[in-house]
């Protein structure tokens, strides 16, 4: 069964720079989140979609954007990139509604250096 | 401060041995669900509890949702080597999942 797939597995990028990074989700989920998970953290939410357009907003940085397109794919873009923003970031999709598991992506490793 | 907590932090057991691990929380909530996350890979989710009171049964994993809706719990019969890993309970919280801060599990044979 095709899963949540996220690209690049690894990235890294120096201070000030800028990353995007990728979700495709499970077709026909409706709603898409983002997660940064900090080593020894649990994963904390960033942003989320239904139905392409932004439903709730956690802790994420104004340095920070999402969006999801027509085709239901989501991409996170990160600029000023700081040494604080190394993390794994995991983005799952969902049916929305009560009762629905969400499924999470193998993730992207950011390392900025 | 953490919406749910969870303990133990850290669980070392042998082999056979019997463990629970809790998911506390002073809120309400319409559904709380258990993962399992190994070293640099995303959460798989292992169950959804959605009433008050369920109890779900995943092989040697028992999972059971509070009457009130504020806690659950996840019990491992016979533990194995394979169970080792990070579990995280999680909670819908409005329109988003909340985790708890997670229980390292290992198992020694």
Redesign the interface.
């Known amino acids: 069964a095709a899963g949540?797939i996220q690209s690049p597995r690894h990235l890294i990028k120096e201070k000030r720079e800028t990353a995007t990074l990728k979700c495709y989700p499970i077709p026909r989920h409706d709603t898409v989140?983002w997660y940064q998970q900090g080593p020894g953290?649990?994963?904390q939410?960033l942003i989320?979609f239904?139905e392409k357009m932004q439903?709730?907003k956690?802790s994420i940085p104004d340095r920070f954007s999402a969006q999801q397109f027509s085709d239901y794919h989501s991409e996170l873009n990160m600029s000023s990139l700081e040494l604080g923003d190394s993390a794994?970031y995991?983005c799952?999709s969902s049916l929305a509604g009560?009762?629905?598991?969400?499924?999470?992506?193998?993730?992207t490793?950011l390392t900025v250096v | 401060t953490?919406l749910l907590e969870q303990s133990p932090q850290f669980l070392s057991i042998q082999e056979g041995e019997n463990l629970t691990v809790y998911c506390n929380s002073s809120s309400v909530f319409?559904?709380l669900?258990w993962?399992r996350q190994e070293p640099?890979?995303?959460?798989?989710?292992l169950?959804?509890v959605?009433t008050g009171g369920e109890v779900k049964k995943l092989k040697r994993l028992t999972f059971q949702f509070g009457d009130a809706r504020k806690d659950s719990s996840l019990h491992i019969t016979a533990a194995q080597p394979g169970d080792t890993g990070l579990y995280?309970c999680?909670g819908?919280y409005?329109?988003?999942?909340?985790?708890?801060?997670?229980t390292i599990l290992r198992v020694k044979s």
């Open positions: 949540v989140y953290q649990d994963p939410f989320s239904y439903s709730d956690g794994l995991f799952a009560q009762g629905y598991g969400y499924t999470f992506g193998s993730g490793r | 953490q319409s559904s669900q993962y640099g890979e995303g959460p798989v989710l169950v959804t959605v995280l999680a819908v409005g329109n988003k999942l909340v985790f708890g801060a997670g």
